[in-house]
């Protein structure tokens, strides 16, 4: 019995450490990108509209899985930029490349998850 109790503390210990690590990531992504902070005052706007008007379980559901999808892939594209602004100080035409084509599939997350959530606002009920 105390050999379980003791790998669930270490496996609790481990776990809020990860929890940390990853609250610290999102903490320096939301302070150095504005385009992140821009999502996220999108998202809470939406949260906001969607205690207004009353969204059902499955809007908040679709709603939630969007915003987390465009947040998500906002932090991979600061992850990039940051590898490859280490990795290659100097302007390089094919990190200039790699850095627009992923800003496009942020772009593209953005745009689809507006339309699905008016699609969700206006269309579901």
Known sequence: ????LCILNSIMKKLK???GHAWHGIKVVYTRERNFKIHCLVAVAVMLLGFVISFSPL???LIT?????V???EVTNS???????HLEPNH???VGIIKDAMAGAVLIASIAAAIAGIGIIFFLP
């Open 1 to 4: 019995m105390f050999d379980i």
């Open 79 to 85: 992850v990039i930029e940051y590898t490859w602004n």
């Open 17 to 19: 450490q990860s929890i």
């Open 92 to 94: 390089h035409p094919v």
């Open 65 to 69: 899985i969007c915003i987390g999808f």
């Open 71 to 73: 947040l998500s892939l």
């Open 59 to 61: 809007q908040w559901i």
